[in-house]
């Protein structure tokens, strides 16, 4: 089971300290949202699962940070400042803006077919730099960047040469992206500040370009399913060629099934991340090399020749690109949505179990006084908590019922509970509550540490085997 809509996640996310909308207090801003206490820690633990898979696991990929705010002719050079645009549309009638690509014609407020004609608005955010500039002096313009990618290729020789890499490697990067869409909407699907997890791989202008994008959705597919997402809710789409960006030669998206509410099969989709055939594009239009037909620098503002050498060949070239590109908040809201189930206790209750994969679990293990005005009981139940933390996020709770304690945690998918009884104080064991099953087991003090750990690791998937690529390139 997974959850029925997006409305049932936003819901559980804003009662439970996951999302909330941003600047309630102040009406809010369209489609801005926060990470609460649960939220920041399931997204850090996506974050961690890719830097690991990727960066660590693997042998040919290295990570940097580079800054949200870069030269404004990044943004020229890569083709963003004349080509990062949607159509946009106003309705005549009701005054709705939206776009064009997305409403067949037809006002997504009222129906109307009295449109405008198309015009072109350019998603970049526009910023001006230094404490004199005016609004409009072209030369303090500046852009929040839409993509963290290009924050990688203007780093390329750097990364290549201080880390002496040889051709194929990767540079992954996590951080903001901006994008002033025209449209955002569906909780943290399409909002205007998001995260993005891109890494551009590296690779020789003859490899086998077509077949490593295949190569990465697959991997990228097992990683999902690794964080808990079922296979039957992923799916594979072939970006048709009229609607590549512009650096793209071939793109294939791993969509999720966002809304299973909807009848008809092709609209439940959206894209979770797209698998890109960059080309040489972005390494070549950064280098100062290259020259038009007339012989003419094409970018006379680099100061760099971003090429390399190979030194088997002893041929110079621009490496091509794959470049896979995931959301940070699309997955976790797939993860969350996938998690979602409810289960009905012995009482006909239904209750809410978040079945996320250990791992991502926000908690590990809430430890639960069984008597709260029992200060033996307390002052136990504390002191195991303090123990536990250096080794596993844990929890101290008793502001309710047992009952209720327990069904707190199974809502926000701590996977294990611990609850310290009137026995325990007499026999130095405590009782261990699995989220999924329910099952109890009594485990002595001295050993939960371990246990919990072994439990963690056994309930966890398999992580992928990310090796270095397989295919001749
Ligand atoms: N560098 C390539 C690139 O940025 P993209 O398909 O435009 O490709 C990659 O973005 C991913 O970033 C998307 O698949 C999606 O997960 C996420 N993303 C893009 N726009 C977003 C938005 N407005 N809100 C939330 N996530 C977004």
Same mark, same amino acid.
């Given at each position: 089971?997974?959850?029925?809509?997006?409305?049932?996640?936003?819901?559980?996310?804003?009662?439970?300290?996951?999302?909330?909308?941003? $600047?309630?207090?102040?009406?809010?801003?369209?489609?801005?949202?926060?990470?609460?206490?649960?939220?920041?820690?399931?997204?850090?633990?996506? =974050?961690?699962?890719?830097?690991?898979?990727?960066?660590?696991?693997?042998?040919?990929?290295?990570?940097?940070?580079?800054?949200?705010?870069?030269?404004?002719?990044?943004?020229?050079?890569?083709?963003?400042?004349?080509?990062?645009?949607?159509?946009?549309?106003?309705?005549?009638?009701?005054?709705?803006?939206?776009?064009?690509?997305?409403?067949?014609?037809?006002?997504?407020?009222?129906?109307?077919?009295?449109?405008?004609? *198309?015009?072109?608005?350019?998603?970049?955010?526009?910023?001006?730099?230094?404490?004199?500039?005016?609004?409009?002096?072209?030369?303090?313009?500046?852009?929040?960047?839409?993509?963290?990618?290009?924050?990688?290729?203007?780093?390329?020789?750097?990364?290549?040469?201080?880390?002496?890499?040889?051709?194929?490697?990767?540079?992954?990067?996590?951080?903001?992206?901006?994008?002033?869409?025209?449209?955002?909407?569906?909780?943290?699907?399409?909002?205007?500040?998001?995260?993005?997890?891109?890494?551009?791989?590296?690779?020789?202008?003859?490899?086998?370009?077509?077949?490593?994008?295949?190569?990465?959705?697959?991997?990228?597919?097992?990683?999902?399913?690794?964080?808990?997402? $079922?296979?039957?809710?992923?799916?594979?789409?072939?970006? *048709?060629?009229?609607?590549?960006?512009?650096?793209?030669?071939?793109?294939?998206?791993?969509?999720?099934?966002?809304? *299973?509410?909807?009848?008809?099969?092709?609209?439940?989709?959206?894209?979770?991340?797209?698998?890109?055939?960059?080309?040489?594009?972005?390494?070549?239009?950064?280098?100062?090399?290259?020259?038009?037909?007339?012989?003419?620098?094409?970018?006379?503002? $680099?100061?760099?020749?971003?090429?390399?050498?190979?030194?088997?060949?002893?041929?110079?070239?621009?490496?091509?690109?794959?470049?896979?590109?995931?959301?940070?908040?699309?997955?976790?809201?797939?993860?969350?949505?996938?998690?979602?189930?409810?289960?009905?206790?012995? =009482?006909?209750?239904?209750?809410?179990?978040?079945?996320?994969?250990?791992?991502?679990?926000?908690?590990?293990?809430?430890?639960?006084?069984?008597?709260?005005?029992?200060?033996?009981?307390?002052?136990?139940?504390?002191?195991?908590?303090?123990?536990?933390?250096?080794?596993?996020?844990?929890?101290?709770?008793?502001?309710?019922?047992?009952?209720?304690?327990?069904?707190?945690?199974?809502?926000?998918?701590?996977?294990?509970?611990?609850?310290?009884?009137?026995?325990?104080?007499?026999?130095?064991?405590?009782?261990?509550?699995?989220?999924?099953?329910?099952?109890?087991?009594?485990?002595?003090?001295?050993?939960?540490?371990?246990?919990?750990?072994?439990?963690?690791?056994?309930?966890?998937?398999?992580?992928?085997?990310?090796?270095?690529?397989?295919?001749?390139?």
């Amino acid at each position: 089971m997974s959850a029925p809509n997006i409305d049932t996640i936003v819901s559980l996310a804003k009662r439970r300290g996951f999302v909330f909308p941003s $600047s309630d207090i102040y009406g809010g801003l369209g489609s801005a949202w926060d990470y609460g206490p649960l939220g920041v820690e399931l997204s850090n633990n996506i =974050k961690q699962s890719w830097w690991r898979w990727l960066v660590y696991e693997r042998d040919d990929i290295e990570g940097i940070d580079s800054s949200i705010i870069l030269n404004r002719l990044v943004w020229k050079y890569s083709g963003h400042e004349a080509t990062f645009h949607d159509p946009l549309v106003d309705c005549r009638e009701c005054k709705t803006r939206m776009r064009a690509d997305k409403i067949e014609g037809k006002c997504a407020n009222c129906g109307s077919t009295n449109l405008t004609e *198309p015009r072109n608005f350019n998603m970049m955010f526009r910023t001006v730099l230094g404490a004199a500039a005016e609004e409009d002096d072209p030369t303090a313009l500046a852009y929040l960047r839409p993509e963290t990618a290009q924050g990688i290729f203007i780093n390329f020789l750097n990364v290549q040469t201080t880390l002496r890499r040889k051709i194929p490697f990767g540079i992954a990067q996590i951080g903001k992206s901006f994008r002033n869409e025209i449209t955002p909407g569906n909780f943290i699907l399409r909002t205007r500040e998001f995260e993005q997890m891109e890494m551009e791989y590296f690779v020789k202008p003859d490899a086998e370009h077509l077949k490593l994008v295949d190569e990465w959705v697959e991997l990228y597919l097992e990683w999902f399913k690794s964080l808990g997402i $079922s296979g039957d809710n992923l799916q594979l789409h072939e970006v *048709p060629a009229d609607e590549l960006a512009h650096y793209s030669k071939r793109t294939v998206d791993i969509m999720y099934r966002y809304f *299973p509410e909807r009848p008809e099969q092709e609209r439940q989709w959206e894209e979770l991340m797209g698998i890109a055939y960059r080309t040489d594009f972005d390494l070549r239009s950064h280098s100062n090399k290259p020259v038009d037909d007339e012989g003419k620098r094409v970018n006379p503002d $680099s100061t760099e020749d971003l090429s390399y050498f190979d030194e088997t060949t002893k041929q110079r070239f621009y490496p091509h690109v794959i470049e896979p590109a995931a959301g940070v908040n699309r997955t976790v809201l797939a993860v969350l949505m996938d998690a979602y189930s409810e289960k009905t206790n012995d =009482k006909g209750e239904t209750r809410v179990i978040l079945r996320l994969s250990p791992q991502l679990a926000p908690i590990k293990a809430a430890i639960l006084p069984l008597a709260k005005n029992k200060p033996e009981i307390v002052g136990m139940a504390k002191a195991i908590k303090r123990s536990l933390q250096p080794v596993l996020r844990a929890v101290y709770d008793d502001t309710g019922g047992i009952g209720k304690l327990y069904a707190r945690q199974d809502e926000i998918g701590t996977p294990m509970c611990v609850t310290v009884d009137h026995q325990s104080l007499e026999d130095e064991a405590v009782t261990v509550r699995d989220r999924d099953t329910w099952e109890q087991e009594r485990v002595k003090v001295a050993e939960l540490a371990d246990y919990l750990q072994r439990r963690l690791k056994a309930t966890s998937p398999v992580q992928p085997v990310a090796g270095t690529s397989s295919l001749e390139i």
